[in-house]
């Protein structure tokens, strides 16, 4: 891990990461690539958010094996956003909800919505879902 402007501040999130998600550093360092950049409080805001949408700790551990880059996700124009429309206007809830999230976590990072006439940034649409 890199010392120096960002080192002490890289290993107290990877510090947070272990205690939060309770695994091995190895598997932290592409979590840790994601979120250097986060505070430990963003992190950990993050990962209550999720837990409080009926994500166990497991269940967040594969999340973010398969979308890491949920830990550099806006909080209230991204994850929040994202879920209120998974919600209310895909009628998307409770334990459908988590079975959602698990398959296909890229949806909390979604963005962009061009109803189909392209934007050129299709990896971060609604049309995808």
Not at 1 to 28: D, F, P, Q, S, V
Not at 54 to 66: F, H, Q
Not at 96 to 113: E, F, I, S
Request: aromatic share 6%; proline share 2%.
């Amino acid at each position: 891990m890199e010392r120096g402007k960002n080192g002490k501040h890289a290993e107290n999130l990877r510090l947070c990461l272990i205690l939060a998600l309770r695994r091995k550093t190895r598997y932290l360092e592409k979590h840790l690539a994601i979120s250097i950049n986060r505070k430990c409080e963003t992190v950990n805001e993050i990962l209550d958010y999720l837990r409080n949408r009926s994500l166990t700790d497991d269940d967040i551990r594969k999340l973010l094996k398969n979308y890491p880059q949920v830990l550099g996700c806006g909080m209230e124009h991204e994850l929040k956003n994202n879920v209120q429309i998974l919600e209310k206007d895909w009628e998307i809830e409770g334990k459908t909800l988590r079975n959602l999230l698990l398959r296909n976590p890229k949806v909390l990072g979604y963005n962009v919505d061009c109803k189909g006439d392209c934007m050129a940034q299709c990896t971060r649409c609604w049309v995808r879902f």
